[in-house]
């Protein structure tokens, strides 16, 4: 079975940063579909925050351009999300989704919790 682990989430201040990683422990993330990831607020529905295609072509969410940015090692299996001036209505679960084997694959999640 396809596997796909999410790490990187944590505690810190207003204005810090984060990287988050998802790998996938088998296939290829190369596709045609855009991958990415998602976050969930307390209370609330998951959001789409930033997706990137196989070329490396990129979109975000409105509220975290121009402090997210995203990227991905296909040799790893892996995408990143590296978080800069993070506030605290950044606070959620974040949750990748990848693309392997012709279906949606999702990441268990992990907490970003950011201070005041």
């Known amino acids: 079975q396809v596997e796909v682990v999410e790490s990187g989430g944590g505690l810190v201040q207003a204005g810090g940063s984060l990287r988050l990683f998802c790998a996938a422990s088998?296939?290829?993330?190369?596709?045609?579909?855009?991958i990415g990831w998602y976050c969930q607020p307390p209370g609330k529905q998951r959001e789409l925050v930033a997706t990137?295609?196989?070329?490396?072509?990129?979109n975000y969410a409105d509220s975290v351009k121009g402090r997210f940015t995203i990227s991905r090692e296909n040799a790893k299996n892996t995408i990143y999300l590296q978080m800069n001036s993070l506030k605290p209505e950044n606070t959620a679960v974040y949750y990748c989704?990848?693309?392997?084997?012709?279906?949606?694959?999702w990441g268990q999640g992990t907490q970003v919790t950011v201070s005041s």
């Open positions: 990137i295609t196989r070329f490396g072509v990129a």
């Open positions: 088998r296939g290829s993330i190369i596709s045609d579909n855009p």
């Open positions: 989704y990848l693309y392997i084997y012709g279906r949606e694959r």
